[in-house]
Antibody, heavy 123, light 107 residues
Protein backbone atom coordinates (compact mmCIF):
# COMPACT_ATOMS: atom_id res chain seq x y z
CA UNK A 1 0.00 0.00 0.00
CA UNK A 2 1.04 3.59 -0.56
CA UNK A 3 2.82 5.16 2.38
CA UNK A 4 4.30 8.60 2.89
CA UNK A 5 6.45 8.66 6.01
CA UNK A 6 7.81 11.96 7.24
CA UNK A 7 10.72 12.81 9.48
CA UNK A 8 10.24 13.77 13.09
CA UNK A 9 9.52 16.85 15.13
CA UNK A 10 11.82 19.84 14.78
CA UNK A 11 12.56 22.72 17.14
CA UNK A 12 14.32 25.63 15.49
CA UNK A 13 15.40 29.13 16.41
CA UNK A 14 14.27 32.14 14.39
CA UNK A 15 16.46 32.64 11.35
CA UNK A 16 17.41 28.98 11.09
CA UNK A 17 16.46 26.53 8.35
CA UNK A 18 14.62 23.24 8.55
CA UNK A 19 14.62 20.23 6.27
CA UNK A 20 11.74 17.77 6.35
CA UNK A 21 11.87 14.46 4.52
CA UNK A 22 9.01 12.42 3.12
CA UNK A 23 9.78 8.82 2.17
CA UNK A 24 7.39 7.29 -0.33
CA UNK A 25 6.72 3.60 -0.76
CA UNK A 26 4.21 1.27 -2.35
CA UNK A 27 4.20 2.87 -5.80
CA UNK A 28 6.49 4.03 -8.61
CA UNK A 29 8.11 7.09 -7.09
CA UNK A 30 8.68 8.96 -10.37
CA UNK A 31 5.08 8.76 -11.51
CA UNK A 32 3.30 11.01 -9.01
CA UNK A 33 3.77 14.63 -8.01
CA UNK A 34 4.25 15.37 -4.33
CA UNK A 35 2.89 18.48 -2.66
CA UNK A 36 3.60 20.15 0.66
CA UNK A 37 0.85 21.65 2.81
CA UNK A 38 1.17 23.21 6.22
CA UNK A 39 -1.18 23.96 9.09
CA UNK A 40 -0.44 26.44 11.85
CA UNK A 41 -1.81 25.53 15.29
CA UNK A 42 -5.59 25.83 15.28
CA UNK A 43 -5.57 27.22 11.75
CA UNK A 44 -6.47 26.05 8.26
CA UNK A 45 -4.47 24.42 5.49
CA UNK A 46 -1.93 26.30 3.40
CA UNK A 47 -0.59 24.93 0.11
CA UNK A 48 3.15 25.45 -0.24
CA UNK A 49 4.18 23.92 -3.54
CA UNK A 50 4.84 20.77 -5.53
CA UNK A 51 7.72 18.74 -6.89
CA UNK A 52 7.75 16.45 -9.89
CA UNK A 53 9.88 13.52 -8.76
CA UNK A 54 10.62 12.48 -12.35
CA UNK A 55 12.63 15.56 -13.26
CA UNK A 56 12.85 17.57 -10.05
CA UNK A 57 10.69 20.37 -11.42
CA UNK A 58 9.04 22.52 -8.79
CA UNK A 59 6.37 25.15 -8.37
CA UNK A 60 6.14 27.15 -5.18
CA UNK A 61 3.50 29.40 -3.70
CA UNK A 62 4.63 32.99 -4.07
CA UNK A 63 4.37 33.40 -0.29
CA UNK A 64 7.39 31.14 0.17
CA UNK A 65 9.50 32.00 -2.85
CA UNK A 66 13.08 32.69 -1.92
CA UNK A 67 12.77 30.66 1.29
CA UNK A 68 11.58 27.26 0.11
CA UNK A 69 13.34 24.51 -1.79
CA UNK A 70 11.90 21.11 -2.68
CA UNK A 71 14.21 18.36 -3.83
CA UNK A 72 14.13 14.63 -4.27
CA UNK A 73 16.39 11.63 -4.14
CA UNK A 74 15.04 9.07 -6.57
CA UNK A 75 17.37 6.35 -5.28
CA UNK A 76 15.81 6.69 -1.84
CA UNK A 77 12.26 7.44 -3.00
CA UNK A 78 12.31 10.51 -0.81
CA UNK A 79 11.34 14.13 -1.27
CA UNK A 80 12.63 16.97 0.89
CA UNK A 81 11.30 20.36 1.78
CA UNK A 82 13.73 23.03 3.03
CA UNK A 83 12.39 26.21 4.56
CA UNK A 84 14.89 28.94 5.40
CA UNK A 85 14.87 32.12 7.49
CA UNK A 86 12.34 30.65 9.87
CA UNK A 87 10.01 32.95 11.80
CA UNK A 88 7.67 32.25 14.66
CA UNK A 89 4.73 32.20 12.26
CA UNK A 90 6.32 29.23 10.46
CA UNK A 91 5.42 27.14 13.50
CA UNK A 92 3.11 24.55 12.00
CA UNK A 93 2.42 20.94 11.15
CA UNK A 94 3.89 20.26 7.73
CA UNK A 95 2.45 17.56 5.49
CA UNK A 96 3.63 15.96 2.28
CA UNK A 97 0.91 14.55 0.07
CA UNK A 98 0.85 12.58 -3.17
CA UNK A 99 -1.40 13.14 -6.17
CA UNK A 100 -4.32 10.84 -6.59
CA UNK A 101 -3.41 9.83 -10.14
CA UNK A 102 -0.39 9.79 -12.41
CA UNK A 103 -1.62 12.14 -15.11
CA UNK A 104 0.83 14.20 -17.06
CA UNK A 105 1.15 17.20 -14.84
CA UNK A 106 -0.36 17.45 -11.42
CA UNK A 107 -4.05 17.46 -10.56
CA UNK A 108 -3.32 18.38 -6.93
CA UNK A 109 -5.97 15.90 -5.84
CA UNK A 110 -4.13 14.93 -2.70
CA UNK A 111 -4.99 11.36 -1.82
CA UNK A 112 -2.06 9.98 0.14
CA UNK A 113 -0.69 12.04 3.00
CA UNK A 114 2.21 11.80 5.37
CA UNK A 115 1.60 11.83 9.10
CA UNK A 116 2.79 15.40 9.45
CA UNK A 117 5.95 16.93 10.93
CA UNK A 118 5.64 19.52 13.65
CA UNK A 119 8.07 22.39 13.30
CA UNK A 120 8.28 24.79 16.21
CA UNK A 121 10.16 28.04 15.78
CA UNK A 122 11.06 29.63 19.09
CA UNK A 123 13.95 31.46 20.64
CA UNK B 1 -4.46 34.54 -6.31
CA UNK B 2 -7.85 32.86 -6.28
CA UNK B 3 -9.61 33.19 -2.95
CA UNK B 4 -11.88 30.45 -1.61
CA UNK B 5 -14.57 31.59 0.79
CA UNK B 6 -16.10 28.77 2.77
CA UNK B 7 -19.26 28.97 4.86
CA UNK B 8 -20.30 28.51 7.51
CA UNK B 9 -17.12 28.49 9.58
CA UNK B 10 -18.83 26.20 12.09
CA UNK B 11 -21.98 24.16 12.12
CA UNK B 12 -23.84 22.15 14.76
CA UNK B 13 -25.91 19.20 13.67
CA UNK B 14 -27.28 15.90 14.92
CA UNK B 15 -26.72 12.35 13.79
CA UNK B 16 -29.01 11.69 10.86
CA UNK B 17 -29.18 15.31 9.73
CA UNK B 18 -28.46 16.54 6.24
CA UNK B 19 -25.89 19.34 6.12
CA UNK B 20 -24.50 21.51 3.37
CA UNK B 21 -21.20 23.36 3.31
CA UNK B 22 -20.51 25.94 0.65
CA UNK B 23 -17.37 27.23 -0.99
CA UNK B 24 -17.23 30.20 -3.32
CA UNK B 25 -14.31 30.97 -5.62
CA UNK B 26 -13.24 34.53 -6.36
CA UNK B 27 -13.14 33.70 -10.07
CA UNK B 28 -14.04 30.86 -12.38
CA UNK B 29 -12.25 27.61 -11.56
CA UNK B 30 -14.30 25.30 -13.78
CA UNK B 31 -14.68 22.12 -11.72
CA UNK B 32 -11.19 22.15 -10.27
CA UNK B 33 -12.39 21.81 -6.71
CA UNK B 34 -11.64 19.23 -4.05
CA UNK B 35 -13.17 18.57 -0.64
CA UNK B 36 -11.27 17.17 2.32
CA UNK B 37 -12.20 15.98 5.78
CA UNK B 38 -9.79 16.46 8.65
CA UNK B 39 -9.97 15.12 12.19
CA UNK B 40 -7.87 16.56 15.02
CA UNK B 41 -4.20 15.64 14.81
CA UNK B 42 -4.67 13.77 11.55
CA UNK B 43 -3.89 14.42 7.91
CA UNK B 44 -6.73 15.54 5.68
CA UNK B 45 -8.66 12.90 3.76
CA UNK B 46 -9.72 13.43 0.15
CA UNK B 47 -13.49 13.06 -0.16
CA UNK B 48 -14.40 14.55 -3.52
CA UNK B 49 -12.42 15.77 -6.51
CA UNK B 50 -13.49 17.44 -9.72
CA UNK B 51 -16.27 19.14 -7.74
CA UNK B 52 -18.50 16.08 -7.69
CA UNK B 53 -16.52 12.83 -8.13
CA UNK B 54 -16.54 10.73 -5.00
CA UNK B 55 -13.15 9.30 -4.10
CA UNK B 56 -13.19 5.52 -3.98
CA UNK B 57 -14.10 4.22 -0.55
CA UNK B 58 -15.85 7.38 0.59
CA UNK B 59 -19.45 6.71 1.68
CA UNK B 60 -22.15 7.72 -0.76
CA UNK B 61 -23.78 10.02 1.82
CA UNK B 62 -21.13 12.54 0.75
CA UNK B 63 -21.82 14.42 -2.44
CA UNK B 64 -20.53 17.52 -4.19
CA UNK B 65 -22.01 19.90 -6.71
CA UNK B 66 -21.12 23.07 -8.51
CA UNK B 67 -22.82 26.05 -10.02
CA UNK B 68 -20.40 28.46 -11.60
CA UNK B 69 -18.12 29.65 -8.86
CA UNK B 70 -20.32 28.24 -6.11
CA UNK B 71 -19.64 24.75 -4.80
CA UNK B 72 -21.37 22.65 -2.18
CA UNK B 73 -20.55 19.59 -0.10
CA UNK B 74 -23.59 17.78 1.21
CA UNK B 75 -23.63 15.04 3.81
CA UNK B 76 -26.94 13.18 3.86
CA UNK B 77 -27.59 11.31 7.07
CA UNK B 78 -24.77 12.38 9.35
CA UNK B 79 -22.90 9.62 11.12
CA UNK B 80 -20.90 10.02 14.34
CA UNK B 81 -17.63 9.67 12.43
CA UNK B 82 -18.52 12.63 10.18
CA UNK B 83 -17.97 15.24 12.88
CA UNK B 84 -14.77 16.86 11.72
CA UNK B 85 -13.48 19.90 9.87
CA UNK B 86 -14.05 20.16 6.14
CA UNK B 87 -11.97 22.11 3.64
CA UNK B 88 -12.43 22.97 0.00
CA UNK B 89 -9.40 23.50 -2.24
CA UNK B 90 -9.23 24.77 -5.79
CA UNK B 91 -6.73 23.28 -8.19
CA UNK B 92 -7.27 25.63 -11.13
CA UNK B 93 -3.92 27.40 -10.98
CA UNK B 94 -1.19 27.87 -8.42
CA UNK B 95 -1.39 28.61 -5.59
CA UNK B 96 -3.94 25.88 -4.88
CA UNK B 97 -5.60 27.68 -2.01
CA UNK B 98 -7.87 26.10 0.56
CA UNK B 99 -11.00 27.51 2.09
CA UNK B 100 -10.73 28.47 5.74
CA UNK B 101 -12.56 25.35 6.88
CA UNK B 102 -15.92 24.40 8.35
CA UNK B 103 -15.99 22.72 11.74
CA UNK B 104 -18.92 20.33 11.99
CA UNK B 105 -19.87 19.71 15.60
CA UNK B 106 -22.40 17.55 17.33
CA UNK B 107 -25.50 19.39 18.52
Amino acid sequence: QVQMVQSGTELKKPGASVTISCKASGYTFNDYYVHWVRQAPGQGLEWMGWINPKNGGTNYARTFKGRITMTRDTSLGTVYMDLASLRSDDTALYFCARDRDDFTGTTAELLHWGQGTLVTVSS
Amino acid sequence: DIQMTQSPSSLSASVGDRVTITCRASQSISIYLNWYQQKPGKAPKLLIYGASTLQSGVPSRFSGSDSGTHFTLTISGLQPEDFATYYCQHTYTVPYTFGQGTKLQIK
